[in-house]
C-alpha cells in the first residue's frame, strides 16, 4: 500500500501560479509511474502530466508549456507546478503512483485548483 497526501491547491487568479505537492509513503520511485491528474465538475478524470515508465515526462496538450512535474526523490515528493493558470483548469487535483510490476494504482485524496477573478 501507497499513501499519498497532496496539498497547494486554493484560489487563484487567471494568470496567476500554484504549486502541488504530492508526498508519497514510498521511497522506491523506482518501482511506480508518477502523476498528476484532475476532475473538473461533470467532466471525467484526465491525466494532465506524468512520467512514463522510462522517465519521461508527458504533458497534456491543453497544459504544456505552463505545467511542470518534477520530483524529489530525497523527500519523496512530486511536485505539479502550475503558471498561467486559466479558468478552465479549475478542478480537483490528484497525485497519482501506478506500481509498473502489480499495475495496482494509489490516489490521493486531490486539492482543490480554482482558477477566478
Known amino acids: 500500500q501507497v499513501q499519498l497526501v497532496e496539498s497547494g491547491g486554493g484560489l487563484v487568479q487567471p494568470g496567476g501560479s500554484l504549486r502541488l505537492s504530492c508526498v508519497a509513503s514510498?521511497?522506491?520511485?523506482?518501482?511506480?509511474?508518477m502523476g498528476w491528474y484532475r476532475q473538473a465538475p461533470g467532466k471525467q478524470r484526465e491525466l494532465v502530466a506524468g512520467?512514463?515508465?522510462?522517465?519521461?515526462?508527458y504533458y497534456a496538450d491543453s497544459v504544456k508549456g505552463r505545467f511542470t512535474i518534477s520530483r524529489d526523490n530525497a523527500k519523496n515528493t512530486v511536485l505539479l507546478q502550475l503558471n498561467s493558470l486559466k479558468p478552465e483548469d479549475t478542478a480537483i487535483y490528484y497525485c497519482?503512483?501506478?506500481?509498473?510490476?502489480?499495475?495496482?494504482?494509489?490516489w490521493g485524496q486531490g486539492t482543490q485548483v480554482t482558477v477566478s477573478s
Open positions: 514510498t521511497s522506491i520511485f523506482s518501482f511506480y509511474v
Open positions: 512520467f512514463t515508465s522510462n522517465d519521461n515526462t
Open positions: 497519482n503512483f501506478r506500481n509498473k510490476f502489480t499495475r495496482d494504482d494509489y
